[in-house]
């Protein structure tokens, strides 16, 4: 059993920052593939990025590219997603996510573990 506690979300002018982080229990954390999704309102929930265990490799959607940055710190037990350059359409709830295996998966129907989510909201 995995619980994830999101947290570091707010409100930013665009082009500024935030630092979102991903708090687990568990003792399988470092078994897990860990990702963050993000859900604006009256959209599907769509994925954002991921980080593998083992080798901790990265994937991201097209549109945060060089922008977002996601890592993991499995001592700690804990996700990040560093986000720059802030755009009005990176508004949303964002949700972090973890799923047994190496991954990644792309789609919100692979994942068992979810968070509550942390709102985004970027002014323009």
């Known amino acids: 059993q995995v619980q994830l506690v999101e947290s570091g979300g707010g409100l930013v002018q665009a082009g500024g920052s935030l630092r979102l982080s991903c708090a687990a229990s568990g003792r399988t954390f470092s078994l897990q593939t860990m990702t963050w999704f993000r859900q604006a309102p009256g959209k599907e929930r769509e994925f954002v990025a991921a980080?593998?265990?083992?080798?901790?490799?990265?994937y991201y959607t097209d549109s945060v590219k060089g922008r977002f940055t996601i890592s993991r710190d499995n001592a700690e037990k804990m996700v990040y997603l560093q986000m720059n350059s802030l755009k009005p359409e990176d508004t949303a709830v964002y949700y972090c996510?973890?799923?047994?295996?190496?991954?990644?998966?792309?789609?919100?129907?692979?994942?068992?573990?979810w968070g509550q989510g942390t709102q985004v909201t970027v002014s323009s």
């Open positions: 996510a973890a799923e047994p295996g190496s991954g990644p998966y792309y789609s919100p129907p692979a994942y068992r573990y």
């Open positions: 980080i593998s265990r083992g080798t901790s490799s990265t």
